[in-house]
């Protein structure tokens, strides 16, 4: 059980352009989904909390006309990225939490981003 | 607001030994601490967690434990294996908020 999925795994696109990550809990209902950074060899960064039905608490520093969520069911929340720059380039990954009152967050697998 | 330190950076044992990693968080209300384990390229996976009503928690090679007053917690694991090499990663969230604050991460060296 707990299973989060991310798609796609690996995205390479020319600067400019817009990319679309999803992020889907596939055997339970991810009340919450946070997504998050990771640049190599460093933690991960939370970039912003998503509700289901609500709009996204971004943290402080990330740009939220840049990196667009939605969270528009309890299994499924997208991560646009907007006007990619290399700059960009990074690891995402996604995590959820289920609706059960616990504070457990499962990790989706990542999807490697790199704008040429 | 919530901050978490971990050390050390890099840890390099035995195969065999045990290994030790410790964490500390600044805000009291924290109640919920994981532990994750990362390998290279690949999700952080939920390795063991422990909440602030409780000690010590204990599975198989792994525990993990808190020190409330202090504020750490640590986790160790015993007959390190090989395949226990990654980087870990210890957070902490506090009481209705579920937000991760994560340490910076502990790459640990199995060597045999």
């Known amino acids: 059980g707990a299973v989060v999925s991310q798609h796609p795994s690996w995205v390479i696109c020319k600067s400019g352009t817009s990319v679309k990550i999803e992020c889907r809990s596939l055997?339970?209902?991810?009340?919450?989904m946070f997504w998050y950074r990771q640049f190599p060899k460093q933690s991960l960064m939370l970039m912003a909390t998503s509700n289901e039905g609500s709009k996204a608490t971004y943290e402080q520093g990330v740009e939220k006309d840049k990196f667009l969520i939605n969270h528009a069911s309890l299994t499924l929340s997208t991560l646009t990225v907007t006007s990619a720059h290399p700059e960009d380039s990074s690891f995402y990954i996604c995590s959820a939490r289920d609706g059960t009152g616990t504070d457990t967050q499962y990790f989706g697998p990542g999807t490697r981003l790199t704008v040429l | 607001g919530e901050n978490v330190e971990q050390h050390p950076s890099t840890l390099s044992v035995q195969e065999g030994d045990s290994a030790v990693i410790k964490c500390t968080y600044s805000d009291s209300a924290s109640n919920y601490f994981p532990w994750y384990k990362q390998e290279l390229g690949k999700r952080p996976q939920l390795i063991i967690d422990?909440?602030?009503n409780v000690g010590e928690k204990k599975d198989q090679r792994i525990a993990v434990t808190l020190n409330k007053t202090a504020k750490h917690f640590s986790l160790h694991i015993t007959e390190t294996q090989p395949e226990d090499s990654a980087v870990y990663f210890c957070?902490?969230?506090?009481?209705?908020?579920?937000?991760?604050?994560w340490g910076a991460g502990t790459k640990l060296i199995i060597k045999p």
């Open positions: 055997d339970f209902q991810a009340t919450t």
């Open positions: 422990i909440r602030s």
């Open positions: 957070a902490a969230s506090g009481v209705g908020n579920y937000q991760l604050i």
